[in-house]
């Protein structure tokens, strides 16, 4: 893994060293130009610590919520953070035949992940708004108790991603009509390439058709500024997580109830192991 990440920063660190050495290339002392390399090796190693821990999860036994920030308040930032970028750098890693042997699954889960995961900046940590997380909601909302054969309960009978595949795909079309349609009069959303995450965060919001597969994707939220339709999810096992639900509150989810897979109302879990995505573009 360390040879992969000094192949990655290679071409940052010998820009570092070229400004800095250039203009006093025969009086910097060696040792500072081993502390850049050093850091530099630091920073890389630690954006892929997280870019592992928003595509596969926690470290197995993890006791601690890595995405959840230090006190803030939102109300004194001037402006929501952005989404993105969704280029990932990572995508092209690949192991050494020794890397590849001495590999740990979830090392070799998260080398699978980089392939479609959009690349993670630090956790966001302003609430969304808009359109878009306005119509979230409605949507989500009207999954819960549908009636027997409407297109709502259509999509609960088909589970729960099929319950978020359909929420953010209504809302996103929402953002550019101006209209949120919660009957079966809009359209459906259409299917994403296998592995593609290429359709999130940009005109349409069209999600895979698994936990595991949307999980991948969205940017990661700090958990104290969860909004209406952004993606929770919980209980991972094997580098997976096995539940998910739609936030349509700070502390309000709709989930599938493990007995009788119907959507229901729930309470945002508080487990070491929560991660939350954000797929929707709100306000700017």
Known sequence: MLSFLTRYIGFSIRMKIFVLVFPALFSLPLIFLMIIAGATVSEAGSDFDRQCDAAVGPESGASTTPTVGSAFDPGSLSAPETV??????F?????????????????RACLSAMRSAPYQQPALRVANSGPAVECAREVALAQVNSPSGSEQDRNVAAGITAVTKHVLYRASVAALTGSCVRDSAAPLPPESAPG????????????????AA???CGQIVDPKAVSAG????????NNTPTRAAIAVGATSMVTEDPVSGRAVM????????VRIKRYLIGAR
């Open 91 to 107: 995508a092209v890693m690949t192991f050494t035949p020794n890397e590849e042997a001495a590999a740990s699954p979830r090392q």
């Open 196 to 211: 593609s995450c290429s359709s999130e965060l940009s005109s349409s919001v069209v999600l895979p058709n698994t936990i």
């Open 214 to 216: 949307q999980a991948i």
């Open 230 to 237: 952004d993606l929770v999810f919980w209980e991972y096992r």
């Open 266 to 273: 729930g309470t945002m879990p508080t487990n070491a192991d």
């Open 84 to 89: 993105g970028p969704t280029t990932n750098p």
